[in-house]
C-alpha cells in the first residue's frame, strides 16, 4: 500500500470528532427514502484522484447522503454533478457523472479533498472540528507536495481553512493572509529549508453548493473558467474550447 492509499484509510478510520461519528452514523442508519436499498458508507469521505496530481481540488465536508452514503468525495449528489461535469467539459475527468465508486470515474491529473472529512449536520463543521481534521489535510498536502503546482479551494470555508494547512505543509502564505474571493489568485512559494519544494498557485472559487448554482452566484461557465485556469497554472492539458 502506498502512503496515500495508508493515509485514505486511516482517515476513513477516524472517530475524534464525536458530534460528527453521531451525526454521520445516524444518517447511515435511517437513511434517505430515496436510498433505502442502500449501504450508506457512513464513515470519514478520503480524497480521491490520482497520487502523483498536478491539481488539487478543496472542498468543505461530504454532503449527508452524498460522499457519507456512496464513499467518494462529491459522489451522489447535485453539488457533485455540477463539479464533475466542468472537470468533464475541459477535459480533467473521464466522464461527466458520478454515482458510486464503481462507476468507472477518472481524474486526470486532478484529486479532490476536503479540510473536513465526515458529513456534518446542516453542513456547518464546527471550529474545533474543522482544526481537528486539519492535520489529515495536512499529511494529504504533504504526500502531494512532489507533484502538486495548483490548488482550487472552493467556498471561504475551505478557503479559511486550508491556508493553515499549506503553511505547515511547507508552503509560505502571504501575510496578511489573501482573502477568499472568485477568481482569487495568490501565489504560494516553497518555504526555506524545505527542499524540493515548488511553490504552487491557489485559486478561489465559489462553492458548488445547490444555493449557489440555483441561484446563478456561480455559473456552469464560471466553474470552467476556473478550472480551465487551474489546470493551465499547473500544466495539465485543459480543452479551451466553449462547451
Sequence with gaps: MDALAELDQRISDCRACPRLVDWREEVARVKRA???????????????????ARLLIIGLAPAAHGGNRTGRMF????SGDVLYQALY?????????????DDGLEL???RITSPVHCAPPENKPTPGERDACRPWLVEE?????PTLRAVVVLGAFG???????????????????????????VRLDGADGVDGLD????FGCF????????????????????????GEAAGLTVRGEAV
Excluded at 141 to 145: G, Q, Y
Excluded at 159 to 171: E, H, K, S, V
Design 159 to 185: 478557503w479559511q481553512a486550508a491556508l493553515p494547512a499549506f503553511a505547515a505543509a511547507g508552503w509560505t502564505v502571504p501575510r496578511p493572509r489573501p482573502v477568499f474571493g472568485h477568481g482569487t489568485r
Design 108 to 110: 486526470h491529473g486532478v
Design 207 to 230: 462553492h458548488v453548493s445547490q444555493r449557489n448554482t440555483f441561484t446563478g452566484k456561480l455559473t456552469p461557465e464560471m466553474l470552467r473558467d476556473v478550472l480551465r485556469t487551474a
Design 34 to 52: 430515496a436510498f433505502a436499498d442502500w449501504t450508506y458508507w457512513g464513515r470519514p469521505v478520503p480524497g480521491f484522484g490520482p497520487p502523483d
Design 199 to 202: 511553490g504552487i498557485d491557489l
Design 75 to 78: 459522489t451522489g449528489d447535485r
Design 89 to 101: 467539459d475541459v477535459g480533467l475527468a473521464s466522464q461527466p457523472t458520478a454515482v458510486s465508486v
Design 141 to 145: 498536502l504533504r504526500l502531494l507536495r
